[in-house]
């Protein structure tokens, strides 16, 4: 089993930064073989892709935030973050973890594990 907890949430004004972090834990997980992934889902709205880091370090995003959001993973610390700049009001929602990725990178269902979800709220 795979427990990922996330931190960092908060308010932030329209253009403002926040940095995402999710702890990775588990008897058997090696964290430093798991592709990671970071998906969003606002009130009314599916769970969306965010951004993803292979276990060999590359990175994919979502074009919402392609050149304002940076993702990251220390492996000696089994922690993968989010690092959220130039902030907008539509980037608000529950931030979620995940890895134990079994398909398309960018397709929620195709994840085993994830985290409870940090809220972000960007006002405007």
């Known amino acids: 089993q795979v427990q990922l907890v996330e931190s960092g949430g908060g308010l932030v004004q329209a253009g403002g930064s926040l940095r995402l972090s999710c702890a990775a834990s588990?008897?058997?997980?090696?964290?430093?073989?798991?592709?990671m992934a970071w998906f969003r889902q606002a009130p009314g709205k599916e769970r969306e892709f965010v951004s993803a880091?292979?276990?060999?370090?590359?990175?994919y995003y979502a074009d919402s935030v392609k050149g304002r959001f940076t993702i990251s993973r220390d492996n000696a610390k089994n922690t993968l973050y989010l690092q959220m700049s130039s902030l907008k009001p539509e980037d608000t929602a529950v931030y979620y973890c995940?890895?134990?990725?079994?398909?398309?990178?960018?397709?929620?269902?195709?994840?085993?594990?994830w985290g409870q979800g940090t809220q972000v709220t960007v006002s405007s």
């Open positions: 588990g008897r058997t997980f090696t964290f430093n073989k798991a592709d």
């Open positions: 995940a890895s134990g990725r079994r398909s398309d990178l960018m397709d929620a269902g195709g994840y085993h594990f």
């Open positions: 880091i292979m276990w060999s370090s590359v990175t």
